[in-house]
């Protein structure tokens, strides 16, 4: 099953591996950890958005 991952501020967001990933065209990809300080702010300002809400709730009740 292929699902469309939720995009906040340029980075792709995989609630499954917990991480941002964000590609550019001719640039290195750049993989942020929710665990590191960079990760840890964006995921904070990305649950307060009702996307980010939405797209936590679902990944919790496919947890459950």
């Known amino acids: 099953m292929i699902r469309k991952l939720p995009i906040f501020k340029g980075y792709t967001v ?3 591996l917990q991480e941002f990933r964000k ?3 001719n640039k290195l990809p750049e993989f942020i950890p929710f665990t590191s300080n960079k990760g840890a702010k964006i ?3 990305f649950i307060l958005t009702s996307q980010g809400r939405q797209a936590l709730n679902k990944y919790l009740e496919r947890q459950t």
Do not use: Q, S, V, Y
Request: glycine share 0%; net charge negative.
């Open 23 to 25: 590609i550019e065209t």
């Open 14 to 16: 995989d609630l499954r």
């Open 43 to 45: 995921f904070h300002d």
